[in-house]
Structure formats: C-alpha cells, structure tokens
C-alpha cells in the first residue's frame, strides 16, 4: 500500500499517542520563564511530530517537522542509525526507552566526566546557527543527553567535553530531576543527541524536549532591559541560555578570571539617599556584576571590582546577594553571566529598596528582652562591615564574616538555649558585655565558662546551651566564617531544661490514642549517649546524645515516620532491655524485634514499620550521629487498623 502525506501523520500521532499512554504524561522543566508541562495527551498538538513522505528533504525551524520513522520498533540504540527528528513550530518532543539497546561504544565514551558506560538511544538533528536549542530531558532513570557531531569515540567525547563549542552535555537527569542543556551551534548542520547512563542497570523511558530560542532582546549592554521599582521592588525572571558574550575576554571585575560567559543586561536608577538589595537565585553557576551607566570595558571593569558585586558566584538554586549603596542618584546596570561559554540558563533577578540593620557595630548591639523567657529576632548580614577586619578568633575558630550584635540579660544558675538557623555559612558567639577584641576572644574561646562558640550551616540549625555564672548583660554576635559568608537568619534565646529522658531506665512513658497513633516532639539539646560507641543498629556508630521513650504496643503492624530538625539524626526501636547489645540485635532485625532509619539532615523523614511477634513495652530512641548533632524533633507512630 502507498501512503500519501496525510495518512502517514495520521499513523505516526497514533503511534506516539500508544507511547504516550504506555509511559504516562511527563513534566519537562522550561528553563526559561515558568515551566512548560509536557503532557502525553495534551503535547502532540503543539509539537507536531509528523513523518515526512519525503525524509532526505530537508526540515527547518517553523516548517513541518521531519521524523522518518519505522512504524515498528524503533532500532536507534547504535549511532549510525540515529533517528532524524524535526522540529515544528520551533520544538519537537521525543519519548523513548533505552531499555534493550547495546552499549555501543563500551567504555571508550566518557566527556569528560566519567564512564557513560548504559544503553544509548540516537537521534539526529539538523541545527540552525541563528538559534540555540534548550534540551530538557526527563528520565525515569538516571540518565545524561549528549551532543556531538560523528560516530566514533574520539569526535563525541572532543564534542561533548567541548563546553558548548561543538557540543555538551547535560548534568545528570535522576528521574525526580529533569536535566536541561543549551547548545548554540557555530554552524548550521546535522547533528547528534545520545541518552546515555553510567551503566547498563540505568535504563529505561525518557521524554526529550528540544526548542530553538532566539537570542533575548537585552543581550548586550546597549540593550539594557529596563527595570522600574514599584513601592521600592522590581522582579524579573530571565534566561541566558540564548545569549551571546559582546565582551569576549574582558571582563574580569577583579577576579583573576575573566567573565567569558553569555550575558544580559538591566538598568535601573537608584538613589542616593537609599540602600539596595540584589539579589539573583540562578538555576545554574551564575556570576553577576553591577556597574554604573556605562559599555566601556575598562569603566566596567573598575567600576564592578571597586563595587558590591565583582563577579559574585550563585550556586544552582541558591541566592546571592549584593548590596547598593549610590553616592550619587543615576542609573547602574546588572548584568548577569557565566565564568564560561557553558555556564548559561534561567535566574531570577530582584531588586528592593531596605534599611540596613544599625547593629553592626559592638557599640550599637540591639537589646533582646525576654518575654516569657525567651526572645527571637530575624536579620540579614548582608551589606554589613566585619568590624574586626576577619581578625576575631573564638579559641581556634576565625571569624571573618559581617556580623550583628545583640545584648541580652541572663539570670544565674538558669540554662538557656541559644539557636541560630541561616541561609549560609554562619558562626555565632555569646561573651560578656565587652567591646574589647582580645576580652572577646577569651570570652567565645572559653568552653562555656564565659562565653562560648558554635558553627551554625544553612543545612540545619544548632543551638548551644549556656549557663551563667553571674546575672549580667551578654552580647550575642551572628558572623560568618568568612567575608563572603552573609546572609538571613534568625537567632533564638530561651530558657531551657534538657530532657529528663536520656537514660534508658528514665525513658518517658508514652501512651497511643484508641487508635494507635501520637506524635512525640522531643530534643536532644544538652543530653548525654549513654552507650558510647556500643550502639551502631548495623549502620556505623551512633554516639550522639539521645533521648528515650517507652511504648506498649500489640502484635500488629506498626508504622514510625521520624523528622530531625538537625542533621545526623536517627530513630530506632528495640525491645524494652536496657542493654547495648540486646538494643543492637533488635534494631537491626528488620522488623522482627525493631528496626533503623539512616541518617537524616534536617527537612527530611524516614519511616519503617514493625510488627511486634508478641505484645509487649518497646523503646523508641532518637540518636545522632556524634556529640555535636543534635536538636528538636517530631516522631509519628501510626498503628495499622
């Protein structure tokens, strides 16, 4: 039978509607403004995959796309019999499977970053140099696209190792995680995209999304995009991954790098009298610079070194902040780029007015008082001068970070809890109500005697315990570890008893709702391990300090959810023995007699579930994995109807 035109579209939309409803609707994450969700169902409209009666004719962006396919299975897990796929409209979305094809080349292809050593699937692409091309690729395995240019080992890993210049390739793809990659080809031609893994055990359904996107409109600073604040705020989301570098190598900011990446430009006026945050959360290594009203590379140049952003580095979805303070009223530019040609994506940019925090100084520290024993207060180190020029040691810590003060009234003989939870790398200290650098220092480096020092991390939030020897005023410093180390945070203080239940042979008695459910909030802030190092539950030592419960429970199904408020935590449950070894066995049984979670950093949970052979009282425990790891927590307990 001869097929015309129409009626091979007509089969293919049927065929890729099967896959769709074999693999289920997919979300591939747009990296531009917003997300585009792919869906199965709804995407075949707007992708328009179709087979051409025609395959050798050519396929260009905004006509038809060309998929010459076999209407049977789908044989592209070698390079040279790579799919041709077009786009339409500008985009084409691919489903496959890895799953079944050979790796072709073994272990001779790398890019660079390590044996991709899986299945492939190949596809090949006719690429317009007016345009850069977004790949989004969504796996239910762990997987990496790649694009190069010839079928064998040596071409594909030049291609793909190139950073951008000849071909890429994406982070990994982890099935939770879509990976995106741009590539702007230097010439127009043929080329192709492999679906690759690190091994042959990571297989399987993957959806690709390819789109061709113009440059932006403001990707040279004569180009500017133009910000206005509204009630002292301005947002905007933005992409570079079609952007080009109009400054070559010579940009650099002071750094001994240049800026070499693609970059876009905003401007906006400030004034004189106010200070400005800047803040950019990027989706990939970022750098930003701030310059006045000028393109002249040598002005930018001094102008962004001797400024609040000199080529500042955003991790992939973390803020960095700079602030802005204008001698003079005018307009100042942003621009946001890369270190290299491959360092390119979405960010998104705000820009508001703020009162700096009048505090940084020792001389100026805010008074804290407590109300019903305890006081919080929010802040940003942002903007702020290390007083101490990165001099200030707590014992053998530095702190070289900006840093807030507060003076805060502790009665003796009272414990009191002193928490700091931060975006960023912060040291916080507590002396007396001194101003003098070197009293300081002997005050935080004093164990507790006088003062004390803790490291607080943006992964979770600690806490020392504090008890006075005299009634008097203490100054409490929020710092960094170094001069870029700054950020939000909020410090609590409050009267505190540590809990009673941090021997076995004390644990607190727990009773289940009629239904066999309760939740425990407990913490393990200023408790001992009672066990040493004899309690491992098969997973490595446990030798933080932990808290006890006790808990009647029937011969059925039992579930436990455990959420630390601190990393290094774990839950486990064994028979009512007092005894480490009898404790080990149980909590390492699976389920017989008790079972583990891992270890867990903070906003995360693990559960197991238990169910008891016979009725009886068992312990529950909260453990860390060293003297230094512990916090508040929440366990759930939840019986089976």
Request: charged share 15%; net charge negative; glycine share 12%.
């Amino acid at each position: 039978m001869k097929y015309n035109r129409t009626m091979i579209r007509l089969l293919v939309l049927g065929w890729v509607a099967v896959i769709a409803i074999s693999c289920g609707g997919r979300t591939a994450s747009d990296q531009n403004d917003g997300s585009a969700t792919v869906d199965s169902a709804t995407t075949l409209a707007d992708a328009a995959i179709t087979v051409d009666a025609n395959p050798a004719a050519d396929a260009t962006v905004g006509s038809d796309a060309v998929l010459p396919l076999d209407l049977g299975q789908q044989d592209n897990g070698s390079c040279t019999n790579a799919i041709a796929v077009g786009l339409s409209g500008g985009k084409a979305l691919i489903q496959g499977s890895t799953a079944n094809h050979p790796n072709e080349f073994g272990t001779s292809v790398n890019c660079g970053s390590g044996g991709l050593d899986g299945n492939q699937s190949y596809y090949k692409l006719k690429l317009d140099a007016k345009f850069t091309y977004r790949m989004t690729l969504n796996t239910k395995f762990v997987g990496y696209l790649y694009v190069f240019s010839g079928c064998n080992a040596a071409t594909i890993n030049a291609d793909c190792r190139s950073g951008g210049a000849t071909g890429v390739i994406s982070e990994r793809a982890d099935g939770a995680n879509g990976a995106t990659v741009f590539f702007a080809p230097a010439k127009s031609g043929d080329y192709l995209v492999a679906i690759d893994s690190t091994s042959t055990q990571q297989s399987g359904d993957f959806s690709l999304l390819i789109e061709a996107i113009p440059p932006p409109s403001n990707d040279s600073c004569s180009a500017s995009q133009r910000l206005t604040l509204s009630a002292g705020k301005a947002t905007v989301n933005g992409s570079t991954g079609a952007a080009t570098n109009v400054f070559g190598n010579l940009i650099s900011c002071g750094n001994p790098f240049v800026l070499a990446g693609p970059q876009v430009f905003y401007k906006v006026n400030l004034e004189a009298s106010k200070s400005y945050r800047v803040a950019l959360t990027p989706k990939y290594g970022a750098r930003f610079f701030i310059f006045g009203d000028t393109c002249d590379p040598a002005q930018i140049n001094s102008q962004c070194a001797a400024g609040p952003a000199p080529g500042l580095l955003a991790e992939a979805g973390s803020t960095q902040v700079a602030v802005v303070k204008p001698e003079k009223t005018g307009d100042f530019t942003i621009a946001i780029g890369g270190r290299n040609a491959s360092n390119r994506g979405d960010f998104a940019l705000s820009i508001e007015t703020f009162t700096p925090p009048t505090n940084g100084t020792c001389k100026a520290a805010q008074l804290l008082t407590l109300q019903n024993g305890a006081a919080s207060v929010k802040a940003d180190t942002t903007g702020i001068a290390d007083e101490f020029g990165g001099n200030l040691r707590c014992g053998n810590f530095g702190v070289g970070g900006p840093q807030l003060y507060y003076d805060v009234k502790l009665e003796q003989a009272k414990t009191y809890k002193v928490r700091v939870t931060s975006d960023y790398e912060a040291r916080f200290y507590l002396f007396g109500d001194t101003c003098d650098q070197q009293t300081i220092s002997s005050h935080c480096g004093s164990g507790g005697q006088q003062g004390f020092f803790n490291a607080s991390t943006d992964l979770y939030p600690r806490a020392t315990i504090f008890t006075p020897t005299q009634t008097a005023t203490y100054r409490i410093a929020v710092d960094g570890r170094s001069s870029g180390d700054a950020g939000s945070f909020e410090l609590d203080v409050k009267e505190f008893t540590a809990a009673t239940n941090a021997t076995c042979a004390a644990a607190a008695a727990v009773a289940l709702s009629t239904s066999g459910a309760t939740t425990i909030s407990g913490d393990t802030t200023g408790v001992t391990n009672e066990f040493g190092p004899s309690i491992n539950c098969g997973q490595g030592r446990v030798i933080g300090p932990q808290v006890y419960y006790k808990l009647k429970l029937e011969a059925k199904k039992y579930d436990f959810t455990f959420k630390p408020l601190y990393s290094g935590g774990r839950l486990y449950l064994a028979r009512a023995n007092c005894d480490a070894q009898a404790i080990n066995a149980d909590c390492r049984s699976n389920g017989v007699n008790g079972a583990t979670t891992g270890s867990l950093r903070r906003g995360d949970s693990a559960s197991f579930s238990v169910t008891p052979a016979a009725a009886g009282d068992y312990l529950l425990i909260v453990d860390g994995l060293n003297d230094g790891l512990y916090g508040e927590f929440t366990v759930d307990v939840k019986s089976a109807p």
